[in-house]
Nanobody
């Protein structure tokens, strides 16, 4: 059984930064993704990373501002979020799927999910 727990959400002013962490129980041989969901909206893809960290993929809306990375020794995946905007406000979820390529953007392609962490960006 794989369990994912997100950390690091909070309230930040526009232009600020936050780093989210997702701790994965069990083995780390998973492609990992970050998604976000604002109230009344669908769950949207943010970023994904291969199990060795060698390849990443980003949504156009966050490209150049967010960075996904992982430390398999610590069973942790990170999402560094810089130059935050009010429209980045959402609940952020990490997700896992057994190693797959190309990196999937569709949340239906991911098997395991964390419970989410709230990110609020004030203007």
């Amino acid at each position: 059984q794989v369990q994912l727990v997100e950390y690091g959400g909070g309230l930040v002013q526009a232009g600020g930064s936050l780093r989210l962490s997702c701790v994965v129980s069990g083995n780390t041989l998973y492609t990992m993704g970050w998604f976000r969901q604002a109230p009344g909206k669908e769950r949207d893809f943010v970023a994904a990373i291969t199990r060795d960290g060698g390849t990443t993929l980003y949504a156009d809306s966050v490209k150049g501002r967010f960075t996904i990375s992982r430390d398999n020794a610590k069973n942790t995946v990170y999402l560094q979020m810089d130059s935050l905007k009010p429209e980045d406000t959402a609940v952020y979820f990490c997700a896992a799927v057994y190693a797959t390529f190309p990196l999937p953007r569709n949340p239906k392609d991911y098997f395991y999910w964390g419970r989410g962490t709230q990110v609020t960006v004030s203007s």
